[in-house]
């Protein structure tokens, strides 16, 4: 969970949706997921790459079309376990993978951009230039530096908490102006009335939604079998991630899947069992009932920081063997 909690923000402001709802796909997927046909050691949580491919529906359509879209990808993922597909996935090769990570990396770092524009194009768009640098170079410097001296604290977190103490602590003192979160906007956008037009818009997202879900989770899923030196039943996983999508696309949610990075560190910190995956969810939801006053004071600066870093540890470089 402690890296949950700043990802979702930046996949939030990524997608151009309000990071209440970010939050609540992340609990959603964390407690659903076990239940149902999850993984145990893998957790779930909102999907960069989703982000990106929700950012051009609202951009295009409007939030109220990620109802449908996020309903579409996980109804997919359902239909795919059900046919049990999800073996023959492995015989997808690396370079499909590593292709499909590193554009969308590069689109990430691309969209971290807009927050330095001198003139803002975007309502979204933050002109204060230099307190945004120096926030985000200081959560990006902690992101690096931390695991250097440990790996017991997850970097992302603490970046997190120092950059949001340092800011409110300068902030009282000062005329410093960086820009925050604010409060969350729990509104719930009523989808459009579904006709042709309406699905002509979400099937291409749902349906890159579902594909990206799947590479992600396929990737989740191999660090942890290599991790505990176990197989897991793929389909039983993508029947689990596409129910709780469907779910959380009925609350107004975004799309999820298994994450890796998340699943790698749980692991090192014991958590090996169904249940460290279904707590997380737990904890992620009592903080979003009484925990969000404190997160309405994160600065963007730490999310498009935190957000630069993750983007450079997802970045694959592919290998070929000669022999």
């Known amino acids: 969970m402690a890296t949950q909690i700043p990802e979702a923000i930046s996949f939030a402001y990524i997608s151009k949706i309000d990071p209440f709802h970010a939050l609540q796909t992340t609990w ?3 407690i659903l997921t076990p239940l149902i046909g999850g993984r145990p050691g893998l957790l779930s949580s909102t999907s960069g790459f989703g982000a990106i491919i929700l950012r051009h529906l609202v951009t295009n359509f409007g939030v109220n079309y990620i109802f449908y879209a996020v309903i579409l990808s996980g109804i997919l993922q359902v239909a795919f376990s059900i046919c049990r597909i999800g073996q023959y996935l492995r015989i997808l090769p690396p370079g499909i993978t590593v292709g499909l990570v590193n554009g969308m990396c590069l689109l990430l770092y691309v969209l971290q951009l807009r927050y330095f524009k001198e003139y803002p194009t975007h309502e979204d768009t933050i002109t204060n230039n230099t307190d945004m640098a120096m926030v985000t170079l200081l959560a990006l410097a902690i992101c690096y530096l931390l695991p250097r001296y440990t790996t017991a604290l997850p970097s992302s977190l603490i970046a997190l908490l120092v950059v949001s103490g340092a800011n409110m602590a300068i902030t009282w003192r000062t005329q410093w102006d960086a820009p925050t979160i604010g409060i969350f906007n729990d509104e719930y956008a009523l989808p459009p009335v579904f006709n042709w037009t309406t699905l002509s818009a979400v099937i291409p997202a749902g349906v890159s939604l579902f594909c990206v879900s799947l590479i992600d989770t396929m990737v989740a899923i191999n660090v942890v079998d290599k991790y505990t030196n176990s197989d897991s039943e793929q389909d039983r996983v993508f029947f689990g991630q596409g129910f709780s ?7 107004g949610g975004m799309a999820g899947s298994g994450q890796a990075h998340q699943s790698l560190h749980s692991l090192k910190s014991g958590g090996v069992s169904s249940l460290s995956s279904f707590m997380a969810g737990v904890y992620m939801l009592i903080i979003m009932l ?6 309405a004071k994160v600065p963007l600066g ?7 870093y993750l983007v450079r540890c997802c970045q694959r470089i592919p290998i070929v063997d000669i022999t």
């Open 245 to 251: 999508n469907c779910v959380a696309g009925f609350f």
């Open 28 to 30: 959603i997927l964390n």
């Open 302 to 308: 730490a999310t498009a920081g935190i957000t630069l």
């Open 290 to 295: 009484i925990g969000y006053p404190v997160v």
